[in-house]
């Protein structure tokens, strides 16, 4: 079965930088694009990235355009999401996320369980 | 302040029919499919509805979803008290260029 494990969370500083991991297995890796969405305490979910799966296309939120990079190594079925210049705004549960097309239309297909990401001083 | 919008809290007896609306404009809902997601805390989401109105393998047929103009809705009829969580409606944004989710809506079973 499907299974995406998230990994690399912690406690940062204000301007510091923090890469996540998210590790897949159950299905071909190389044949399906990963998104990234994150959960702010109290707040709903927001998308923040996507990258198609052969890693030639990525998308991101205007909120942390310029500041995070998505990422994937399909020899090693891993994703990544490297944030740099982390502010207090970016401390949230991220959750990996499959993504899944039909018929031209697409979906977050099966999600992880998530990493906390907490940006304080 | 999402780009869609979701009240943000729905009730219903064990039994009844709910619905959660989804408001947004030609550039996401107008122009693309939406899907829904399931939240429990702590949890990881769980895709609902795709494609504004198919369920996923798995996913009881109590739950179902339509889309008119840019507006979505999802609808839970036999509320059970494991309906009882967050939910999200989403949609891919033509003009931001990326995908936009609504504030969510907590639906509480009495």
């Known amino acids: 079965q499907v299974q995406l494990v998230e990994s690399g969370g912690g406690v940062v500083q204000p301007g510091r930088s923090l890469r996540l991991s998210c590790a897949a297995s159950g299905f071909t890796f190389t044949l399906y694009g990963m998104h990234w969405v994150r959960q702010a305490p109290g707040r709903g979910l927001e998308w923040v990235a996507f990258i198609r799966d052969d890693g030639t296309y990525e998308y991101y939120a205007d909120s942390v355009e310029g500041r995070f990079t998505i990422s994937r190594d399909n020899s090693e079925n891993t994703l990544y999401l490297q944030m740099n210049s982390l502010t207090t705004e970016d401390t949230a549960v991220y959750y990996c996320?499959?993504?899944?097309?039909?018929?031209?239309?697409?979906?977050?297909?099966?999600w992880g369980q998530g990493t906390l990401v907490t940006v304080s001083s | 302040q999402s780009v869609l919008t979701q009240p943000p809290s729905a009730s219903g007896t064990p039994g009844q029919r709910v619905t959660i609306s989804c408001s947004g404009s030609n550039s996401n809902i107008g122009s693309n499919t939406v899907n829904w997601y399931q939240h429990l805390p702590g949890a990881a989401p769980k895709l609902l509805i795709y494609?504004?109105?198919q369920r996923p393998s798995g996913v009881p047929d109590r739950f179902s979803g339509s889309k008119s103009g840019t507006s979505a809705s999802l609808a839970i009829s036999g509320l059970q008290s494991e309906d009882g969580t967050d939910y999200y409606c989403a949609a891919w944004d033509d003009s931001l260029s990326g995908w936009v989710f609504g504030g969510g809506t907590k639906l509480t079973v009495l």
């Open positions: 996320a499959k993504d899944s097309c039909s018929g031209g239309s697409c979906s977050h297909e099966f």
């Open positions: 494609s504004s109105n």
